[in-house]
């Protein structure tokens, strides 16, 4: 007898969360459902489910503070994800924004797009799980917020960190981020062969890393360069040396 393979249904109207179970189970899975995001994440805690597809707007937690819980947890972030979103709400999400999911859906969506969107990812997660895919645990997705809400951000395109009046930036390149996680707590999360701490004040992505030079007050200056914008950092000179270490792997 084969194995089932486990989707939870994250979605709060309950029409399309019930009918989403309904075609789910008929093709052949194995399906369990949430009504919102809390009971989501404590679903997906207990169960393991081998996908989630989730609904963006949802009361309790939204859908980008689920994906966040799930791709920061070690247990979980491995799980595929897809997002269900209405074509409304598409008219909000700028121009090259990535959700930071493995896959999104508009509603309404063809029955076969569902079916194909789930088989892709269920078979990716198979090739990482056995090498064919490189699979990391490191932060992939976080969020900031602006003067617009909150935005999932792909910390692969975020360039520079920095605290600013006791706060934590991200500069990307649809903008300037404020965010809810300290640097402290992104130094341990950041993959560190693509992130280096500086200082107390600044977390650099390799690629915005243009030259350095000697200063003369015992420190070094790192010139990079932030969306075409360059800038200068300070290094301590103690601080160099794993600063090339770094920059050379």
Excluded at 72 to 100: Q, Y
Excluded at 109 to 119: K, M
Excluded at 198 to 212: D, E, F, G, Q
């Amino acid at each position: 007898m084969s194995i089932q393979i486990q989707i939870l249904v994250i979605e709060d109207v309950v029409q399309i969360r019930e009918n989403l179970a309904e075609l789910l189970t008929l093709n052949g899975y194995e399906v369990r459902t949430a009504e919102d995001g809390e009971k989501g994440i404590i679903e997906a805690k207990q169960w393991q489910p081998d996908l989630i597809l989730c609904d963006i707007m949802m009361a309790n937690l939204d859908g980008y503070q689920v994906l966040e819980t799930i791709r920061t947890s070690p247990d979980m972030a491995h799980i595929p994800f897809i997002f269900l979103t209405a074509k409304s709400n598409m008219e909000d999400l700028r121009e090259g924004m990535g959700l930071g999911a493995d896959d999104y859906l508009t509603k309404p969506f063809l029955i076969s797009d569902l079916l194909n969107a789930i088989e892709s990812r269920l078979k990716r997660s198979q090739q990482q799980r056995v090498g064919l895919v490189p699979s990391t645990t490191h932060l992939r997705t976080i969020r900031g917020r602006d003067e617009k809400g909150y935005m999932l951000l792909k910390t692969e395109e975020c360039l520079y960190f920095f605290t600013q009046k006791r706060g934590y930036f991200v500069w990307h390149p649809l903008g300037i981020f404020q965010l809810d996680m300290s640097l402290d707590t992104l130094t341990t999360k950041l993959d560190n062969k693509q992130f280096f701490r500086v200082n107390r004040h600044v977390i650099l992505h390799r690629k915005s890393v243009r030259k350095y030079a000697y200063w003369d007050k015992g420190k070094y200056c790192l010139f990079i360069d932030i969306g075409g914008e360059p800038q200068e950092v300070t290094l301590a000179k103690a601080r160099f040396r794993s600063f090339k270490e770094w920059l050379a792997g």
